[in-house]
């Protein structure tokens, strides 16, 4: 889990109502019902028109995701590939059909099914590839759809500040109210910037981000199966893929650092 996230919008919500208290306001200034629901019912209500129903359901879907933000882990999958390889080299490739049951990655079990019924190799490629980009325009409606709020939001602030200024006017033979209702009528405008810059933003450009991710490690398998299928040796599969994986290659790189004062001294001792 990374909970990149909730740590940021805890720590953005924090900053607002630590500067309320240092200005000596009260939180109950701005926790007005009237202003939050013309924003944020008012806000989804035309996220929800400007797409289609579906979209909206496939957004709310992928709303957990962008909190517990659990990412696959492109070392592990590179080890795995690896090991493929050699069971592939030694057993064959009819042998990747057992591990398919074994794949926790849908795409990678799809994958190993296709390679082990002997699809050809341009084929495999084009069928991983179509998997990939329908994947990537699935996630983009979810990141999208947050997206589009938070441009919506300001505006429908605005709008509610609008109204509620509106009303002050009506009053204007009330003098010692309209402080109060001036107020009062800026809090629409005050939660539609915060929605859109601490909520949906956030939240679209952490499933873009997601998404992003998942790509690269589709791509990722990609590339390892179909090498398993040409009969790459795992050395060399392993040398590519890592070097597709810069995590990886930083702990290959800090293997070798670690191995290199006792590769000197065994010369040293030879010597």
Known sequence: ???????????????????????????????????????FIGTIAV???SGTIKDTITAIKALPKAFRGKLGNSSELVEQLVSLAELARRDGLLALEAEVANAKDPFVAGALQSVADGVDAE??????????????????????WF????????????????????????NLSKPDELGHMIAAAFVATLWGLVSANFIWLPIGARLGRLAELEA????????????????????????????????????????AAASAPADENEFEEAA
Do not use: C, N, W
């Not at 990149?4 to 007005?32: D, H, P, Q, R, W």
């Not at 609008?162 to 006017?169: E, G, R």
């Not at 589709?218 to 810069?246: D, F």
């Open 216 to 255: 690269d490690r589709m791509h990722l398998a990609l590339e390892g199966i179909l090498a398993i299928q040409s009969g790459t040796p795992a050395l060399v599969l392993r040398e590519k893929l890592e070097g597709m994986v810069p995590e990886a290659g930083a702990k290959r790189s800090r293997r």
């Open 123 to 144: 084929d495999l490629r084009d069928m991983l590839e179509e998997s990939i980009i329908a994947r990537e325009r699935q996630d983009a409606v979810a990141s999208k």
């Open 1 to 39: 889990m990374d909970p990149a996230t909730l740590i940021g919008l805890l720590l953005a919500f924090g900053a607002m109502f630590t500067m309320l208290f240092m200005e000596g306001a009260s939180v109950s200034s701005i926790l007005l019902p009237a202003p939050m629901i013309i924003v």
């Open 147 to 170: 997206s589009t709020l938070g441009g919506y939001a300001p505006t429908v602030g605005i709008i509610g500040t609008v109204v509620s200024l509106t009303h002050v006017l009506e």
């Open 47 to 49: 996220g929800i028109a």
